[in-house]
């Protein structure tokens, strides 16, 4: 049986009123993924399917929330002394949660691979708005929404117990593009995405696979032409 649990997003009054509020992230499902059509177009074989049928990922995009962007976000590339340089700001710095922060690249240190970008040395971070509570025992994963392209911010991951920190979780970051140029990124566009997970200790266990098992999961595939995972194995999700 599912467990029901309550996580909440709080702010002051002014945010709550004037912000984008996160939301469910099935919600902010990526458009070229909405766009695209189940079946691969002008190939012979009818059964070739595109990610459109693809449940694991769905399934992925659809799980915990999403924070939004709550202001926009201007990012300009440019290059001085034959160095690239980037320029980070919001619309009214004067407000703490329109600032953008800054970690040294000491911080992660010079074996970290996010220097293989050309900006990827000048790390930023969000002042989010927003604290995130969650029942006693759960912690949230805070992570780039997946499978979204479509702009170059890298959340720098990671796990907060949320159940006993009653702050806001900065977001550091990093700009991934090299392009020279200014980029406007809208309020309200995927910034996060956060899954909240029950801490439990597992075990890492090895053993035999069942044959007969096996292969009877792969007589079942041949009893249809498509969706197999979906119809055959696939949980049923409740949405909110």
């Known amino acids: 049986m599912l467990k029901n649990i309550n ?13 984008s509020k996160p939301n469910y992230a099935y919600k902010y499902i990526p458009e070229w993924y909405k766009k695209l059509k189940p079946q691969v177009p002008n190939l012979d074989e009818s059964d070739v399917g595109t990610a459109k049928r693809c449940m694991p990922m769905l399934d992925a995009m659809s799980l915990g929330y999403i924070i939004p962007l709550w202001a926009d976000l201007s990012i300009k590339v440019y290059t001085e002394d034959n160095e690239k340089k980037i320029i980070v700001k919001m619309p009214n710095p004067n407000n ?14 010079e074996p970290c691979t996010l ?19 969650t029942p006693k025992n759960w912690s949230v994963y805070v992570k780039n929404p997946p499978n979204s392209w479509n702009n170059n911010i890298e959340i720098i991951e990671g796990v907060v117990d949320t159940d006993r920190y009653y702050q806001e979780i900065n977001f550091p970051f990093v700009w991934t593009g090299g392009e020279e140029g200014e980029t406007i990124i809208e309020a309200g566009t995927p910034l996060v995405h956060i899954i909240p997970f029950e801490r439990k200790v ?22 249809l032409f498509i969706n197999q995972y979906k119809n055959l194995w696939r949980a049923k999700r409740d949405k909110k």
């Open 7 to 19: 996580v909440e997003f709080l702010s002051n009054p002014t945010n709550l009123k004037i912000l």
């Open 202 to 223: 597992t075990k890492l266990n090895f053993g035999l696979s069942d044959g007969e098992k096996y292969n009877l999961d792969r007589e079942k595939i041949t009893t």
């Open 96 to 109: 703490l949660y329109h600032a953008i922060g800054n970690h040294v690249w000491q911080q992660v240190g």
């Open 115 to 133: 220097k293989k970008f050309d900006l990827g040395k000048t790390l930023f971070k969000f002042y989010n708005p927003w604290i995130i509570k």
